[in-house]
């Protein structure tokens, strides 16, 4: 059986090819779409979870749409038939409110397991009393990831906290998952990351707390993640890769407005 970073990987696929052929009265709209409420039959739960390793019982829901059920696995939201044989991913539109149900959903979900996820699994830049909060999702080798860290000083100076999990893109064993595992030994994670990023070779001995990089890097697939570096606001958006502090501040504060707009 397919592990379930498959599912993650086959939905944000989905989801890309179909934000560039929806039409264009379909355009999503902040709205609040509340957790698919209904008994799920217990024998369709047990279908369902036999078929998608890594689902759980409490993760299916009823959906919008008759005969299918909402699975959230991680940050993923896929739709699965009451037998447990057909799955479909994408985005399910409201057409009579040109709301994207899916992606609403989604949002929240991202949004509860980011502030579930545990910061001694993050490197932290910037106050806890923070007004603005992102979590982006780094690769020491990246580029991108590495002018975006260049900034961090400029960030925490317009308010923006930022909170660093690991995201080798080239996977375990690689030289990239090298350099992360000897940010993480360091002592001072901080002063090891932002060294790293600068190109400065640590020569950190691997120890038993690396085995946090695979934590991250799988909570990062489950959130759709693909490239890097990728940011995360509190409302569970997926706001893009590298920006400038002002257009990150704009980013956030575009995301927050349409989180309250929404209540």
Same mark, same amino acid.
């Given at each position: =059986? +397919?592990? *379930? /970073?498959?599912?993650?990987?086959?939905?944000?696929?989905?989801?890309?090819?179909?934000?560039?052929? $929806?039409?264009?009265?379909?355009?999503?709209?902040? $709205?609040? *779409?509340?957790?698919?409420?209904?008994?799920?039959?217990?024998?369709?739960?047990?279908?369902?979870?036999?078929?998608?390793?890594?689902?759980?019982?409490? &993760?299916?829901?009823?959906? @919008?749409? @008759?005969?299918?059920?909402?699975?959230?696995?991680?940050? !993923?939201?896929?739709?699965?038939?009451?037998?447990?044989? /057909?799955?479909? %991913?994408?985005?399910?539109?409201?057409?009579?409110?040109?709301?994207?149900?899916?992606?609403?959903?989604?949002?929240?979900?991202?949004?509860?397991?980011?502030?579930?996820?545990?910061?001694?699994?993050?490197? %932290?830049?910037? @106050?806890?009393?923070?007004? =603005? %909060?992102?979590?982006?999702?780094? &690769?020491?080798?990246?580029?991108?990831?590495?002018?975006? /860290?260049?900034?961090?000083?400029?960030?925490?100076?317009?308010?923006?906290? *930022?909170?660093? =999990?690991?995201?080798?893109?080239?996977?375990?064993?690689?030289?990239?998952? +090298?350099? $992360?595992?000897?940010?993480?030994?360091?002592?001072?994670?901080?002063?090891?990351?932002?060294? $790293?990023?600068?190109?400065?070779?640590?020569? !950190?001995?691997?120890? #038993?707390?690396?085995?946090?990089?695979? !934590?991250?890097?799988?909570?990062?697939? &489950?959130?759709?993640?693909?490239?890097?570096?990728?940011?995360?606001?509190? %409302?569970?958006?997926?706001?893009?890769?590298?920006? !400038?502090? &002002?257009?990150? *501040?704009?980013?956030?504060?575009?995301?927050?407005?349409?989180?309250? #707009?929404?209540?």
């Amino acid at each position: =059986m +397919r592990p *379930v /970073h498959f599912y993650a990987s086959a939905l944000a696929s989905a989801v890309l090819g179909l934000a560039l052929t $929806a039409p264009v009265h379909a355009q999503d709209k902040p $709205a609040k *779409v509340p957790a698919p409420k209904g008994a799920v039959p217990a024998d369709v739960r047990a279908r369902v979870v036999a078929k998608l390793p890594g689902a759980r019982p409490e &993760d299916v829901a009823q959906s @919008p749409v @008759p005969g299918l059920y909402e699975v959230t696995i991680g940050g !993923t939201i896929v739709y699965v038939s009451a037998d447990g044989r /057909h799955l479909v %991913t994408g985005n399910v539109y409201d057409l009579e409110t040109q709301v994207n149900l899916t992606s609403a959903r989604r949002s929240a979900v991202r949004a509860k397991a980011l502030a579930a996820a545990r910061e001694d699994q993050m490197i %932290t830049f910037g @106050p806890a009393s923070s007004k =603005m %909060t992102v979590t982006v999702f780094t &690769d020491i080798d990246c580029g991108f990831c590495r002018r975006f /860290h260049n900034q961090i000083a400029e960030m925490n100076k317009a308010g923006v906290r *930022v909170r660093y =999990m690991m995201f080798p893109r080239t996977g375990p064993g690689t030289e990239s998952w +090298r350099k $992360a595992e000897a940010v993480w030994c360091s002592k001072d994670r901080r002063d090891a990351l932002t060294r $790293a990023k600068k190109g400065e070779e640590l020569k !950190t001995k691997s120890c #038993a707390e690396a085995e946090s990089i695979k !934590t991250q890097w799988a909570f990062g697939e &489950d959130l759709g993640v693909e490239g890097t570096p990728a940011i995360f606001t509190q %409302t569970g958006d997926y706001i893009g890769g590298f920006m !400038t502090p &002002d257009q990150l *501040v704009q980013a956030i504060q575009e995301t927050q407005r349409a989180a309250t #707009a929404a209540r």
